[in-house]
Structures are given as structure tokens and as C-alpha cells.
């Protein structure tokens, strides 16, 4: 039992130590077990009733050959949806007087580092979870103190009046609030093991959901074990929260098996890409707390989208454009879309001068109040992103992941502590501001289908006159993947060359990202029929994928007969997930690759 204890704290602190921002007082990861084992076993609260367990329990004989670890509540991803209701379950244990058990798996190498947002944050989830935070120390310091809105054309800006009202609201690094969550969560006793993808869920006799099983570590791409091959670990929860971000692969999987979208009539989700630099910029040009969006160019008005540009502190500016998936033109390519958007006149004098200090891409929900499925399933519940609760109007999705972690906290309390049932945490959904804000805002989006002059119209109205009150509510087109239109109904889009002063190749921004992943691992990107590429994607759509990825994943090269094939560089991976969201025949499945592994954000 302490073997795989120390094996899992001692996996996390060497991951760990690609560590670039947060530096930990021991000098080891910021999450590791700093208390030694007596955290680990319990606070010394008092137990809880009879039907649970108490600490975790240990086993090795799981037929599978990985060892068991048990706890009250496993967490799957340390994201703002995850690590509040972590926090919110261990303030409810101290408030109570219990002793819950509760474990975050992160896949990234530490805390933070694969979040990627804006982040123009709406503090209102934080006050309620931990109201003292401004005095200690949440990297939460720089107000919005303007708020513009503008509609390009090629040259020209145009002012439009803000529908955004950012007033209370401040600009962060959303990496870095999760890092100083991860901290607090660790003060009150939640075990955070980053660097462990939860790559299987696990199910009893009965079909309810019991936990999660950690990848396997150490296997060659051929699948024959390595020296450094170690067996993955099954975390096993009396209840699981998937707080997997947008698109959770586990998620998406529970979703589909419990036909959660059926059970509430849910639309499908629709996602948009985001890709994001942050840029350290001339100090005169520096504005901390100033907030710029635009719609208009470089994206046509069939294209749903448009840029952000965060002035946050120490001279860094976040700039990135977020193109939605339902993008009809296949030659289109969102990388080069933003590279282009930053040689905008009004965009260039800004940056002119400036370094890129991070470059990174992450889809984001767009579906909204429509889409939202039951997020209970036997065994546990979906929080945050996974179950799709950003704004699309607000352009935020923090505020709401954490209120649905804190929500769904409080009802896996009570199922724990009085036997209750996790439905309460629909209802608790239903009840909160979570759904009076985003049933406001639901026909918002679906407005856009009508192309962008109509969209800004009936949106307008929606906004400023009915706010949220008219008695319908408007339908999304089709799903991301079907919306893709047949290359021949569209000419290929000349893109200019990176300049390298403002626009750049993927690879070097690639290597802003920070990813690393193990070679020499199984692919996680994998073809559910290997031939669609070649038979469908190249001749109907001329290669789609090649031009979505953020990360140019997926190359078209030609074989020893000249003939292209599709080369997949697994590596490279960004875990954006659009490959997964936006491929024609829905080919591709997005699975974790080893844990540790992916992008390095710090300052994202
Ligand atoms: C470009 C962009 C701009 C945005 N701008 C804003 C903004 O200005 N304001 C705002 O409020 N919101 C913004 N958002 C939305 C915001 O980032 C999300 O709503 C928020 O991050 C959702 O939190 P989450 O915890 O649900 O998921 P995430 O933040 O995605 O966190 C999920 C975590 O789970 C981990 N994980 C996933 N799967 C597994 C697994 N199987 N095993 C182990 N770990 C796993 C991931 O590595 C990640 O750390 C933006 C998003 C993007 C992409
Ligand atoms: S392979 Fe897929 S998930 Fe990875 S960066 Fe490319 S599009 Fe994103």
C-alpha cells in the first residue's frame, strides 16, 4: 500500500518538475503530499455514518494487474470545475465534522498546465467558494478598466456599442488561478496527483460507475512493455465527478452510454477553436485591465467568430482568435486565420515590437443552455465545460464551472453524509444563477446561423429589449462535423507567409506550447477506420484535417509511390480536441495519451 502511495507521489513530483511558473516552498511539486502520509490518511476529523467507509482502502488484487486505491470522491481533471468542487467537499467536511476522502487526477504534468481560456474572469463562483481571496494572494489582480467592441474590415476599425459589461470583472491568467486552487485544495486535505490521465471508467456488475483507471505507463508504440513500464492504478470512488473541460473523452463516453442528451432533450453541443499567444509588449502601449473584442475580419460573415485582446499585468497581453466549428469552408485554417488577424493595422501597432511569450489552442462549448444534458449518471456527475455550461454571449465558462463543481460538491456531500440521492444536483443546477444566466442567453448563438448582420440583429434585440424573454427558443444548425461543406463547392484560401516578427510557422510556435509527449507510446489519436483519410477526407474535402489542428497533428505526405497518406504526428498534440469535434465522418477519437504528457501552459 505505501509502495503505490510513494509511487504515485513520487510519478507526480518527477512531472512535476517541468514546472516553469509556480515554484513550490519544498522544491517539489506544488501538489505532492507535503504533510508526508498523515494528510494522505485523514485530517483526524471525526468519521463519517455508517455507510461510508472512512479512509481509502488499498488492493492489488484486481485481476488486471493494477493495484486499487479507494476513495469517497474521485476527481477526474484539476480544472476550475474540479478543483471547486474538490475544495467545496473538504469546506463541507471541516463545516460538518466529517472525514470524506477525496482525489484529483490531472493529466497534465502539474496543475495549469494544460488550461488554456481568455481570461476575463467573473469572480462571482470565487467570493462564494473561498471569500477571502483577495488577501491570500489569488493571482486575481488586475480590474477591467475598459471595455471596447469593434468590427473590423481589412484596414479599418469601426467602435460598435459593448454588450459585454466586464464592470467587477479582471483579467487573469486562468492557468495560474488553477495552480493557487490546486494550493488551496491541498490546505484542506484534497490529494491532487497531476500527471495521471484517467484513460478508462470503470463500471460494477450493475453498470453504475465506480472510479477510474489510470493509463498504463511505459508501452512502446508496438504495444510491447518497456523497461519503464509501470501499471496503471484504479482510483476507485464511491462517486466520480468528470470535470473533464470541453469535450471530455470519458465524459463524452458517459454521455453516449446513459443517453444523457436523450433524457433531457438536449440539443447537440457545438464547439468553436481558440488559439491564443500571450505577448509581453512595449510598456507604452501597456494598458493593465483593458479589454478589446472584435468581430468582422479576418473571418467572413458566414464564419461565426472573432478576437480578444486582455491586457493583463507585468506588460503581457493574451490575443487570440475563436473560430467556431461550424465553419463550412474546408480550406479554411483557423492557425492561419489568427496569424493573419494580427496584421491587422489597429492589432499590428499594438504588438509591433512585442514577443510572444506562449502560444496555445483549446475548443470551447458554444451550444449553451439547449445543449446542456442531465449531467447525473449512475455513480456520479459531470461538472464545468464537460457538460458545456460557458456563456457563449459573456464569452466566459469559468464562473459557471465553478459554481457546477461547488453544486455538485454539495450534492455528493449529502449523498455521502445522509444517504441522499446526486440528482440533488440537477435540481441544486436548475435552482442556482447557473441556469437563469445561460437560459437568458440561449438564444443568443443559434441567432448567428442566420449569418452575421441578422445574428447581431436578433441577438441586439434578445440582449437590450427582451432580455431573455421571448417565449421561443431557437434551434442550432447542423452538428460542427456535418456543417463542413464538399471542397469542390469552394476555391483553396491563400494564406500569406508567417513573418516571423508578427505571424509565425507552427512549429515555432509549437514550440512556444511547451508540449512534450513520449514518443514511443501507443497512438492516442486513433482512426476508427484507417481508410477514410485517404477514401473520403483528401478526395471529397481535400485534407480538412491538415488545416484544422492547431498543432499540424495531421500532414498529407506522399509514399515511396507518390501517393499522399496521412501522417499523424501524435506528439505534437495540443489536446485542443477539435480533430475529435470537427472531422467529416467523425473518424477521429481523441483518447489520453500518457499521462504528463501535452502542452506547458503557464501563463495561459
Ligand atoms: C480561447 C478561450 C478563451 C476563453 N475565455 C474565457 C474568458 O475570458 N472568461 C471565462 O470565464 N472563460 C473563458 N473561457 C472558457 C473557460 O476556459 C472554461 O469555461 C473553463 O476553463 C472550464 O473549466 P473546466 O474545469 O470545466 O475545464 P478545463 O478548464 O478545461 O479543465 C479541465 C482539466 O481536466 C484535465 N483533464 C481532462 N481530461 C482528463 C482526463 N481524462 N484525465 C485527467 N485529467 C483530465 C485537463 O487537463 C484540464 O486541466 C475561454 C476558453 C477558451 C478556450
Ligand atoms: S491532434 Fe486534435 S486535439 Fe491534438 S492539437 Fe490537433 S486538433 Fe487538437
Redesign the pocket.
Known sequence: MGRLLSRIICISRSRASRSRSVSPPNGCSPFRNPGGLSRVWGSGLSRAPWFLSGARTFSSGTGSGRESIEYDVVIVGAGPAGLSAAIRLKQLCRERDLDLSVCVVEKGAEVGAHILSGNVFEPRALNELLPDWRNEEAPVDVPVLSDKFWYLTKDRTFALPCPFNNRGNYVISLSQLTRWMGVKAEELGVEIYPGFAAGEVLYDSNDNVVGVGTNDMGISKDGSKKETFQHGVELKGKLTLLAEGCRGSLSEKIISKYNLRGKVQAQHQTYALGIKEVWEIDESKHEPGAVLHTLGWPLDHKTYGGSFVYHMKDRQVSIGLVIALNYQNPYLNPYEEFQKFKHHPAIKSLLEGGTVIQYG?RTLNEGGFQSIPYPVFPGGAIVGCSAGFLNVPKIKGTHTAMKSGMLAAEAAFSVLSEGSSMVVYYDFLRKSWIWEELKKARNYRPAFEFGLLPGLAISGLEHYIFKGRLPFTLKHGKPDHKATNVAKLHTPIEYPRADGILSFDVPTSLHRSNTNHEHDQPAH?QLRDPTIPELVNLPEYAGP?SR????R??EYVPDENGVLKLQIN?Q?????????IKDPQQN?E?TVPEGGGGPGYSVM
Not at 572 to 580: G, M, S, T, V, Y
Open positions: 489552442a489519436l484535417e484544422y489542428c492547431p498543432a497533428v495531421y501524435a505534437n498534440c495540443l489536446h485542443c480536441k477539435a480533430c475529435d477521429i481523441w
